[in-house]
Nanobody
């Protein structure tokens, strides 16, 4: 059974940092592009960041560019999201997702990711 399990969420003050992890099991995703999305209360889920299979290319939403860093460790079948200088508006449930392809023309569409985790809550207090 394929599983993506996020961890590392929690409560942090504005300006603080958190590091999210997403561990995959059931199959290797070392040849797959992967991404982070988030969903704030009352809002649609939105793209946050993506990384190609090798980690050589990364992509970010404008709202997190310069503050968040996505990375991966294929030996551990895990991706990460380092979140710095957190803002109140970063409060959301964060989901990791895996595509079927090593890289894509675009990375922000939810429909390109057939595998999803259950999410981890990130709450930033102002």
């Amino acid at each position: 059974q394929v599983q993506l399990v996020e961890s590392g969420g929690g409560l942090v003050q504005a300006g603080g940092s958190l590091r999210l992890s997403c561990a995959a099991s059931g199959r290797s995703f070392s040849s797959n592009a992967m991404a982070w999305f988030r969903q704030a209360p009352g809002k649609d889920r939105e793209f946050v960041a993506a990384i190609t299979w090798s980690g050589s290319r990364t992509f970010y939403a404008d709202s997190v560019k310069g503050r968040f860093t996505i990375s991966r460790d294929n030996a551990k079948n895990t991706i990460y999201l380092q979140m710095n200088t957190l803002k109140f508006e970063d409060t959301a449930v964060y989901y990791c997702a895996a595509s079927r392809l090593p890289q894509m023309f675009g990375y922000a569409a939810e429909g390109d990711y057939p595998y999803w985790g259950q999410g981890t809550q990130v709450t930033v207090s102002s």
